[in-house]
């Protein structure tokens, strides 16, 4: 049974810095596409970032650079590292893989964690 559990999340005020992390079991992260996804209030969910199964990673433009994906295999878990964040980046995030490609469409993906809230605001 593939299981996912994200942790991280919390309050942060404008410009600060959050670490998401997604520790599998199940499946070996390495061994699959990897993402990030977000649901805003009153909003789809929307990806953030994937990387594939060589570690090349993919970002949502409106990111303007500020986040990182990664993953590190001895322990299984994913992590998206984000920075000066903003108000608008409010929202739940979702991990989430595929044995596939590494695409910004969510029906592509078989696996996903719960979610974590991420709240910006001073």
């Known amino acids: 049974q593939v299981q996912f559990v994200e942790s991280g999340g919390g309050l942060v005020q404008p410009g600060g810095s959050l670490r998401l992390s997604c520790t599998a079991s199940?499946?070996?992260?390495?061994?699959?596409?990897v993402a990030w996804f977000r649901r805003a209030p009153g909003k789809e969910r929307e990806a953030v970032a994937c990387?594939?199964?060589?570690?090349?990673?993919f970002y949502a433009r409106s990111l303007k650079g500020r986040f990182t994906i990664s993953r590190e295999a001895a322990n299984n878990t994913m992590y998206l590292q984000m920075n000066n964040l903003e108000p608008d980046d409010t929202a739940v995030y979702y991990c989430?893989?595929?044995?596939?490609?590494?695409?910004?469409?969510?029906?592509?993906?078989?696996?996903w964690g719960r979610g974590t809230q991420v709240t910006v605001s001073s």
């Open positions: 990387m594939n199964g060589g570690d090349k990673a």
């Open positions: 199940g499946l070996k992260v390495d061994d699959y596409s």
């Open positions: 989430a893989a595929n044995d596939e490609l590494c695409v910004f469409v969510e029906t592509y993906y078989k696996y």
